[in-house]
């Protein structure tokens, strides 16, 4: 990929520091990612995967009724405040408030383990795309500011 890359802006006459940079900005995310550990795990990481686990209980029916589902970015989001009686809304606006707190210290968490901090973002969207990918049938996600049916 990088030689088809390299040989593609070459043909462009672009100087050889422009080409370089642009490999090393396009390979860079990726090799980081291929190099980041998602399974590490210290006493934080592990409390906060716990707090997660404790709360999906408590999370399910909403996903099951489409009042919530997951968004794009990484994280979830009230869809239909609709779908969530009048009584439970603090409720579960606490619950999605909490569950998105945890899951911005499960990415910081994560990439500060592997000894990189700046890898948060790459790790946030690795997260993102395989929380998507599992959700069960009939759940919501986000595509393209979308809200799609499972």
């Known amino acids: 990929m ?11 006459r672009q100087s050889a520091i422009s080409v370089l940079t642009t490999i090393l900005l396009v390979a860079a995310p990726t090799a980081a990612l291929a190099a980041a550990d998602l399974d590490i795990n210290t006493p934080a990481l592990a409390a906060v995967k716990a707090s ?9 029916p909403y996903y099951q009724s489409g009042a919530i589902g997951f968004t794009a970015d990484g994280y979830i989001a009230i869809k239909e405040a609709s779908g969530v009686p009048l009584s439970q809304r603090n409720m579960v606006t606490s619950l999605v408030n909490q569950e998105n707190n945890d899951r911005t210290q499960l990415y910081q968490g994560i990439a500060a383990a ?16 395989r929380w998507m990918d599992k959700a069960q049938a009939g759940w919501f996600v986000q595509k393209d500011g979308q809200w799609l049916k499972k």
Do not use: D, S, V
């Not at 592997?114 to 795309?129: K, L, V």
């Open 114 to 129: 592997n000894g990189h901090p700046e890898w948060a973002g790459e790790i946030q969207r690795t997260f993102a795309q």
């Open 52 to 60: 997660m686990q404790a709360r999906h209980p408590q999370l399910l």
């Open 2 to 12: 990088i030689h088809a890359l390299f040989n593609l802006l070459c043909r462009y």
